[in-house]
C-alpha cells in the first residue's frame, strides 16, 4: 500500500464529495459521509492504521500516534500557535458562537486526520524510500495537490505546497503529531475556513466531534493489537 494510492483514494472521496455530491444532497449528509467517514476516517486513518500495524506489523508509533517528545511537541506546538495567532488573528473576524463550533469541530477532525495522514503516512513512507529533503517536498506536493479535491485553483496550491513544507518540517522535529494537534494546524484551518465563508449547520458539530473520537479509538485499538501481537524480542543467550 504506497502513500500515492492512499492519497488518490482521499483525494477521490473529497473530491466526489466537494464538487460531485456537494453538500446540497440529502441534507450534507452525503458530503459529510464521503469528506470526513470515507475519506478521512476510512482512507485517511483506518486504511493506513491497519496497513502498519496488521500487515507490516510495526507500532503506531509509525504514524505520529506516540506519546514520545510529548513534552518538546507541546512546547513546539504552543509556540507555534502563538506566532501563528499574532500573524493572522487580526486578520480574521470570527463569525457568531452557533456558526463557529461547526467549524472548530471540523478544524479538530480534519486536522488529526491531516497530521497523521500527510505526516505520519505519507511524509514517513516518502521518506523510507527517498530520505528527508526529497520525502518533504514531495509530501508537501501530495497535500497541495490533495486540495484539487476543494475545487482549489492552481496558485492557491502553491501557497499549500509551502504550507506544506512548513508542517512537515514542524513534525520532523519530533515525529509526533502534538507537535501540530490539536491547536497548530487546526488553528490555521480554522482561520482558512472563516476566511472562505464557509457555513456549517450547528448539527454539523457533532458529527464531525463523532467523527474525531472514533479516529482516536480506532488509533488506540490498534496500539492494544499491536501490543497483544507483537512478537517478543530473542533473547540473547549469553553463558
Known sequence: MTARSMTLLVVGALYT??????????????????????????????????????VRQRSVTELGLTGQRMGPSLVFQLLFSVLLYVGMATTVQLPPVEELLPLIALALAMGFFEAAFWRGWVLLRLEEAFGIIPAILLSSALYALYHVGYGMAADEMIFLFFIGIMFAVAFRLTNNILILWPVFQPMGQLITLIKDGLTLPPLAALGFIEVLIVMVVLAWLATRYHKRHQKPKNLAITS
Do not use: E, H, R, S
Open 17 to 54: 464529495a466537494t464538487v460531485i455530491v456537494g453538500q446540497d444532497v440529502w441534507g450534507g449528509m452525503a458530503y459529510f459521509v464521503l469528506y470526513a467517514v470515507v475519506g478521512a476516517t476510512l482512507f485517511g486513518i483506518g486504511i493506513p492504521l491497519y496497513w502498519t500495524i496488521v
